[in-house]
């Protein structure tokens, strides 16, 4: 319809216009967009260069120039990682873009951090003189705090869960992340 029509056509200016300005790259669009769709298919996960690479036919030290050019037009925002992982994490500034172009195939869990991300980085964004750094907690034993908030030595952690009632594996995250903050706070958050 007219709403897939204009995500296309913002696409294509983003693609072939913006980014061509600030990289020069002979990749065609379909190369550009299939890197574009992978990347909202990442939301919220931590990047792997060679897994990336592998699927979109690009080359590291291409999709490594791709994309800080992405996030220099604003079509993407690399957020970086606490604790024992320490690979970058990637949002897509226009989520209703991102929902286009990855088909709306994200689970529930994903579409709430999306959310909450869509919501709260605008916040700070827009606030420079707060001081205040976004995050991502990730531990390789699994446990991780989506969105994290830290000024100074003072964390808030948001913590998304499709459950009423936290299960044993949110609380054991909560704790895992406050162990790892002296001055953390953390919020359970249920849709």
Known sequence: GVRAQRFETQLNTLLERDLKLILQTSLSYRNLRGLAVQLAL????????????????????TLRKLIAAL?????????????????????????????????G????????????????RPQIQY????????????????????????CGNEVLGILPTLE??????????????????KKAKVFVVHT
């Open 42 to 61: 990442l939301q919220g996960e931590p990047l792997e260069w060679a897994t990336l690479a592998r699927q979109t036919r690009i080359s590291v030290p």
């Open 105 to 120: 195939r994200y689970n529930e869990l994903t579409n709430f951090t999306r959310f909450l991300y869509a919501q709260l």
């Open 71 to 103: 996030e220099g037009i604003f079509f993407l925002r690399l957020i970086p990682t606490e604790g024992t992982e320490k690979k970058p994490v990637v949002f897509l500034e226009d989520q209703g873009e991102a929902t286009y172009l990855s088909g």
């Open 164 to 181: 009423e009632v936290p299960s044993a594996g949110t609380l054991r995250t909560a704790r895992s992340f406050l162990k790892q903050y």
């Open 127 to 150: 606030r420079p003189e707060l001081g205040i750094r976004l995050f991502q907690h990730r531990n390789r034993g699994g446990g991780y705090v989506p969105l994290c908030f830290g």
